[in-house]
């Protein structure tokens, strides 16, 4: 019952972002312009809608897949701790984004939450010391070590800085949820 309740949710997770992309062509204004613009106060707005929002359906495939499977991942870890890190992801990530990004570009996409939870995931065996958050550290290591490469990669057109603000945020969101032990 758990596994088909994650699996939903991950689909419809990743449902609402097709959906918003698509509705993106039958509204008069342009949403992807609703994404965090640095430093400018009608940029701050983004913060919540940046991970929301897709550049073409190139971007939106890239970030579908990696996206569903690692908030599956993520949710069937633990479901209270992954809604707590996807906040802190989206506001933490985002807000560093706001306050350190290029100035005058628009950022958008789900690869922050991606990396995001990337980091979060990688993280939160480490901090909870548990067994089955190491095995799914590790199991994520193995099938997305390869992207923290990216994360020393600057390519035009892509934002760096909403990934490398958004794993920062999955560490951070990884050392705030993991249990405290009482002494």
Request: aromatic share 16%.
């Amino acid at each position: 019952m758990t596994f088909s309740r994650n699996l939903q949710t991950a689909f419809m997770a990743a449902a609402a972002l097709w959906i918003i992309f698509f509705a993106n062509y039958f509204i008069p204004v342009d949403i992807r312009l609703y994404g965090i613009r640095p430093r400018q106060m009608d940029g701050l707005i983004g913060i919540v809608f940046w991970p929301f929002l897709h550049a073409n359906i190139q971007h939106l495939i890239a970030n579908s897949f990696a996206f569903f499977f690692l908030l599956f991942l993520s949710l069937s870890l633990d479901k209270k701790r992954t809604a707590l890190a996807l906040i802190i992801i989206i506001i933490l990530g985002g807000g560093a984004v706001w306050l350190f990004a290029s100035p005058h570009t628009i950022h958008i996409g789900a690869s922050g939450i991606i990396f995001g939870l990337l980091g979060f995931l990688l993280f939160t065996g480490i901090f909870r010391r548990e067994w089955k958050a190491l095995v799914f550290s590790a199991l994520v290591f193995l099938l997305y070590g390869g992207l923290l490469v990216t994360l020393l990669i600057h390519k035009p057109g892509i934002s760096w800085s909403g990934h490398f603000f958004g794993f920062g945020a999955g560490v951070v969101a990884a050392w705030i949820t993991r249990p405290v032990k009482v002494r």
